[in-house]
């Protein structure tokens, strides 16, 4: 028996949001719609690969989805035998990832080239051009991403269904007002993007102009004035005698003792010397022995006494323990893991990368830590100010040689304990290194207010966000009270079902 056809006031009611489930107020002349009565999520085909080929026509991937775009440039392609109408990508077309870590990340197909659609990736189509604007639909989608997110992940794996996506509420207002909705955001976010852009460069030229001070700070210019105006300080011949005595008082084995006798052995005073009366140093003759540390298999936990540092918590060359905290108990920091014992002042660098160059003090506030086998220590003598390494280590020219010559697996770049122990640096008299540090901490500081008045990503963000929010609102001042209700695209569509 054939099944009785719907009356257009039952399917109004399916496809109409109740009022009491709709999430806002609307314009009057706009009506909430299930997004599946306007639009439909397709799944692509499962493609063998066995028929993956160098040539054909490239099969759209998770991994061809990107920062809002879908591409070819790295698409596997299949013989042109297996194009299918069903399976065909059209331009402006958005395609999600529906299950994967990468669950729920969106991109436009942005070609005119022929393109078919891999299982897994879902393609959100307009039922009808004629009821839905393409760009207005998929603005909608990146407004609800952090919806679909949400309910993908309820279950024991990340899926997006096309129950999740066709079931979401939807703003439907006139065409021609989805258009202008369309271009207006188009037109703002895009000078959102040109913002972004503008604040790129910015933090590009910030870097630019803080290598630069470091660089004249670590060749003396900053500070060579000053140096003209004191001409009455301990000799570098001075300066190495006292720097010598002291390391020796503070080795703690014989062959360190033997290590370090043989670095200043070699040493010769005078071919070590520039024009500024500065000594060039290896580190380990200026520190504590610096060593890096370990991971004990069992005895990290989230709670605990010592806190325990990782690479992950070195943000922007500053202690961020907040970020994924993590702790050892204090038998383990006192014994296993006495030699990476850590106390306010001392000096890290990660090791182990990309990126390598992460730098940071232990500040005050911790005055017991202990770190992992990715991060080395230098706890410098009283001879050498702390904030001075600190810098130093972060002048270009200090690791430029290691780091040209580090060598490691694919993607992965190490430095070794002891070449950390063998950098070079310049070291001035501590009078003359107590104004390079201040006139670094002024200069770089002025620097980073000026950075800072221009940069605001995460404002940018948040304004990106409130106008995809106030454009689904009816709030970016486009749309006309006196056109046709949106009722009237919703029947056309109902009609032709």
């Known amino acids: 028996m054939a099944k009785k056809k719907q009356t ?26 299930r997004f599946g009565t306007v639009a439909k999520l397709f799944n692509g085909y499962a493609f063998k690969s066995s028929d993956y080929c160098n040539e054909g026509i490239p099969i759209i991937r998770i991994s061809d989805i990107s920062d809002g775009k879908t591409t070819t440039l790295k698409a596997t392609r299949v013989p042109k035998k297996l194009y299918s109408e069903k399976f065909l990508i059209s331009k402006g077309d958005l395609l999600i990832a529906m299950s994967g870590a990468t669950t729920g990340k969106t991109g436009i197909f942005e070609t005119d080239e022929v393109a078919l659609q891999n299982q897994r990736v879902g393609n959100i189509k307009e039922v009808s051009d004629k009821t839905l604007n393409q760009t207005y639909k998929n603005y909608y989608v990146f407004n609800k ?52 852009q503008l604040i790129d460069e910015a933090k590009e030229s910030f870097e630019l102009r803080r290598a630069a001070i470091l660089d004249k700070a670590f060749r003396g210019e900053l500070t060579r004035e000053w140096r003209e105006e004191n001409l009455n300080l301990e000799t570098a011949a001075t300066r190495l005698e006292r720097i010598k005595q002291i390391r020796y008082q503070i080795v703690e084995t014989k062959r360190e003792k033997s290590e370090i006798a043989e670095m200043f052995n070699k040493f010769n005073a005078e071919e070590s010397m520039d024009v500024n009366g500065w000594l060039y140093l290896k580190a380990n003759m200026f520190c504590y022995n610096i060593s890096c540390g370990s991971t004990p298999s069992k005895d990290i936990s989230e709670e605990g ?13 500053k202690i961020a323990f907040s970020y994924k905290p993590q702790y050892i108990p204090k038998e383990v920091h006192e014994s296993k893991l006495k030699k990476s014992k850590l106390k306010s002042n001392d000096v890290i660098m990660n090791i182990v990368g990309p990126p390598l160059k992460k730098i940071a003090i232990i500040p005050e506030e911790y005055n017991e830590m202990n770190m992992n086998q990715a991060i080395v220590r230098f706890r410098p003598i009283k001879y050498v100010l702390t904030k001075y390494l600190y810098y130093c280590l972060q002048y270009e020219e200090t690791l430029r040689e290691v780091i040209n010559a580090t060598k490691g697996v694919v993607g992965q770049s190490n430095i070794s304990v002891s070449q950390s122990r063998n950098l070079v640096m310049p070291i001035p ?30 404002k940018l963000e948040e304004l990106k966000q409130s106008i995809l929010s106030k454009a689904f609102k009816g709030e970016l001042g486009t749309n006309d009270p006196t056109e046709e209700n949106a009722i009237e695209l919703l029947k056309g569509v109902l009609k032709a079902k």
């Open 8 to 33: 257009m006031e039952e399917l109004l009611e399916e496809a109409l949001v109740p009022e009491e489930e709709q999430p806002y107020e609307v314009p009057e002349n706009w009506v909430w719609v």
């Open 429 to 458: 008299s501590i009078e003359e290194q107590n104004v390079i540090v201040s006139k670094l901490e002024e200069l770089i500081e002025r620097e980073e207010e000026t950075l800072n008045l221009v940069s605001d990503g995460k």
């Open 145 to 196: 991403t952090h919806e679909i997110l949400s309910k993908a992940h309820g279950g024991a794996q990340p899926n997006i269904s096309s129950k999740l996506i066709e079931g979401l509420d939807f703003p439907l207002p006139p065409l021609i007002e989805q258009k202008r909705i369309a271009d207006k955001v188009e037109r703002l976010l895009n000078k959102i993007d040109e913002a972004k």
């Open 305 to 317: 006494e010592i806190p325990f540092l990782k690479v992950y918590n070195i943000i922007n060359n």
